[in-house]
């Protein structure tokens, strides 16, 4: 901080203010490893706050949510055929847990808005403005991948295996099977369906660009499948191929964003 002679009679100094731009070009204070971990603390706490709200919130309507989750499987199964629990506890286990699930998504904005402020002391007061957008679009992000999930993917992963019922071979899934299933597949579409949020903050950052990307799509098709094979719940093409359809989709939508967002001379050069 520079010192300049006070104006006047008697001698003496006084601080020049930093400059706005300065000031807003400079990250937050630098802060020791401890206090990063207190702050990690901190933001974890606040998380398992609200999912533990979460959970109480969404045990008061579990009924109706499993009734929801499992109405896919229900449909796809063959006239009479119910689900079975063939465990003692495995129906209460399936309760506490879709319990737990659904209170994580309840909780997700804040979790996402933790996240946030805990990476947010490393940036510029530009970059910090990008908390709001952050957390609406990673919820909506999750909220469709969960949606896709249970309206297309599961519903017709379920409808194929289904159709392998015969007169000597009869279909009736476990309930803790069908269930793994949905909530394996739930957490890898809400995953992949975060690939456009991804791609707006580094579009946004000037890390990625619409033209790299559009050039790279060849590696990125042989990629996305690779991803689909080591991320799907089960070996079959079928599913692999469920889980890779949409991410080829949401790649070239990154593409699209990406050029929108992107920086206005890249968009002037055909970037």
Request: aromatic share 14%.
């Amino acid at each position: 901080m520079a010192l300049v002679p006070f104006p006047g009679p008697q001698s003496g100094a006084f601080p020049i203010p930093p400059d706005d731009d300065e000031e807003a070009a400079t990250p937050g204070d630098k802060m020791s490893f401890l206090e990063h971990l207190d702050e990690l603390r901190k933001r974890i706490v606040n998380s398992a706050i609200a999912i533990g709200v979460g959970v109480v919130v969404c045990f008061a309507f579990i009924n109706r949510i499993v009734d929801f989750i499992l109405a896919p499987t229900r449909k796809a199964l063959p006239p009479g055929v119910k689900l079975i629990y063939t465990q003692p506890g495995e129906a209460f286990s399936l309760y506490v847990t879709v319990a737990l699930i659904a209170g994580v998504v309840v909780a997700a904005p804040y979790i996402m808005y933790q996240v946030w402020m805990f990476i947010a002391p490393g940036l510029y007061s530009k970059e910090k403005r990008m908390a709001y957008p952050f957390v609406l679009f990673t919820t909506i992000g999750f909220l469709a991948g969960a949606a896709f999930n249970h309206y297309i993917a599961f519903s017709f992963m379920m409808a194929f295996f289904a159709s392998f019922n015969t007169p000597d071979l009869a279909f009736m899934p476990k309930l803790e099977d069908v269930f793994g299933l949905y909530s394996k597949m739930l957490i890898g579409m809400g995953i992949v369906f975060q690939m456009p949020t991804v791609v707006y903050f580094l579009a946004k950052l000037r890390l990625v660009t619409a033209r790299f990307l559009a050039r790279h799509f060849k590696y990125a098709f042989l990629i996305i499948f690779i991803i689909a094979a080591v991320i799907t719940p089960t070996g079959d093409m079928m599913t692999q191929t469920i889980f890779a359809a949409p991410m080829v989709g949401l790649y070239i939508l990154s593409i699209v964003i990406a050029w929108v967002v992107g920086p206005k001379r890249d968009k002037d050069s055909g970037n």
